[in-house]
């Protein structure tokens, strides 16, 4: 499976040090995401589950997923996509095998127990070390391509110390992890000590807006950890953003009962540019020829 999504990822880590990952909501952001030059795309727990009114506490199942990443992968988007599967759901096996199946080329794992927090708030609880490493073996043992990426997140350091969170990672690693989602470091320093634990696999850091790290640049992160970050992850900071200006456009819209003025500010994206988002006349085409030929 030369060309499978997993191998997509693994180049684009090798392509662009460190990764920077766009997280999108469906496939007119994945689209968005493209045309501005990302390599490679994510699909968060936190904001699958807010676009159903619902907090990120382990209510997701996989078939919100699987919906989800459906409504990403319609659209045509080229990038490889990696995806937030929280504690693997019910049956991690499955969970994996329709993943792969639907064209994911990377999901990420994490240790907390199943009602989960967001990995940036207080309270989070983790299972211990030899369970979180039999959830990795279980997804290892479950992907068909080689080449697609089992993640392990640790969400440890916020209840445990480094040096347990560290064995932890090398735990994960010796399970079969291909890489690390090393969650709410807020010192930049100690991703050389993750990157060793791991055997020198590649290593993601999570630049969550609101969050307990200082929010840096590509080059920055790359400075600051002393080349020990591979994968840099912007998750929600565009689905924010959508959801701050829909608040602002129902309020508008109802206090002074038309868009007008949206649409004078420049707010309002215009059909021409929607239409060449989705390549819309490509899409024109291609319908006619699948209806012609029945």
Known sequence: MKNSE???FRDAITAERPLHVIGVADGSDALAAEKAGFKAIYLSG????ASRGWADIGKLELKHVVEAVERIKDSGVKLPLLVDIDTGFNDISETISAL????????HIEDQEDLKMCGHLDGKHVISKEDATKRIENAVAAKKDSDFVIMARTDALAVETMQL?????????????????????????TYAQVKLATGGKPVLANMTDFGKVDLLTPSQLKEASNGAVDI????????RAERQTASMCYNQIRNLGTQKELIDDGVLQNRTDFKNLINYDEQVNNRAIEIEHG
């Not at 090398?170 to 470091?185: R, T």
């Not at 840099?232 to 689905?239: D, N, R």
């Open 6 to 8: 997993g191998k997509k």
């Open 232 to 239: 840099m992850l912007t998750p929600l900071s565009v689905y």
């Open 165 to 189: 969170t560290l064995e932890r990672i090398e735990s994960y690693c010796k399970a079969g992890a291909d890489m690390i989602f090393a969650e709410a470091f807020p010192d930049n320093a």
């Open 46 to 49: 936190s904001q699958m589950a």
């Open 100 to 107: 792969e199946t639907i064209g994911v080329a990377a999901v």
